[in-house]
């Protein structure tokens, strides 16, 4: 529970400071410059995620299209 506690605080804490660094012209645009590398950096993973999956389909079909094949040769 005091866990929970500190963590709740430390939020509200995190939560006010980023509120009053917005305030500031400079703290505006630092807070601006974060969230611009913030969204590259997960637009990479997504990106890389996405490639994966296809990947991945691709493989699969691959592989369904042998078994496929391998079924149709033994019958």
Known sequence: M???????LGAGAGFVLAHVVNKDPRGHELLGEIDARISE???RIGDAYREQQTRL????????????DAVKLAD
Do not use: G, H, M, Q
Request: net charge negative; proline share 0%; hydrophobic share 55%.
């Open 57 to 68: 389909n691709d493989l699969v079909a691959e592989v369904t299209d042998a078994a496929s």
């Open 41 to 43: 950096f997960t637009d």
């Open 2 to 8: 005091k866990n929970l506690v500190w963590f709740v």
